[in-house]
């Protein structure tokens, strides 16, 4: 089936910027822009691109086989690459220098392998340039999580003693009513019960 084969070439490329999609940068700091791929049968002259914001290239690489190390094709001059081909996935990341307000968007990471029929694929990578960087204080979600985490504790605890005591209290009662059954026994009737005799019918006049 060749549906089938090409489908199976389709995903054998793959691009990766890693577990998260999303970098902030300080303005007028050095940024890493990360992005690693691999492909199953390997690769032969892969072209490699960066994109920002989908159709300004800011750099174009080529690698000829995993024996050797990526060439420039060509480049923006505040970007450097810092790519190699030494560890299992072919490292192709940037470092855009000197960020600035405007750099804040989509950078795409776009690879061509013609090894596996010039199968291609991308990963893309969004910045956000900020003035300032804000240290996230993680102690009042410290606090909070164990506050949560002590009442659901105690909110636990309560419930397990809510059904103890309702299970103390049901087992008293089911031993009154069972009090009450045998005590009720002189009765007579059919089932037992307190007030059934009061209930039982005269017989019918002839």
Known sequence: LPGLHVFAIAFALEVSVGKTNTVTALNNSNVLLPCIFSACIGFQDVVF????????????????NK???PIRI???PRVEFVGST?????NISIVLNNVEFSDAGKYTCHVKNPKERNAQHNATIFLTVVHKMVETDNTVTLIIV?????????????????????????????G????LV???GNDNTENGLAGSKAEQKAPPKA
């Open 49 to 64: 691109t960066w994109y920002f914001n989908t159709t300004e290239m800011i750099y174009q690489g080529k690698i000829k």
């Open 67 to 69: 024996a050797s190390e």
């Open 86 to 90: 030494a560890k299992k996935d072919t």
């Open 176 to 179: 009154k009513k069972e009090c």
């Open 182 to 184: 045998s005590s009720s």
């Open 74 to 76: 060509w480049h923006n």
């Open 146 to 174: 164990g506050v949560v985490g002590g009442l659901i504790g105690l909110l636990i605890l309560f419930m397990l003693i809510k059904r103890v005591v309702l299970f103390i209290i049901k087992k008293t009662q089911d």
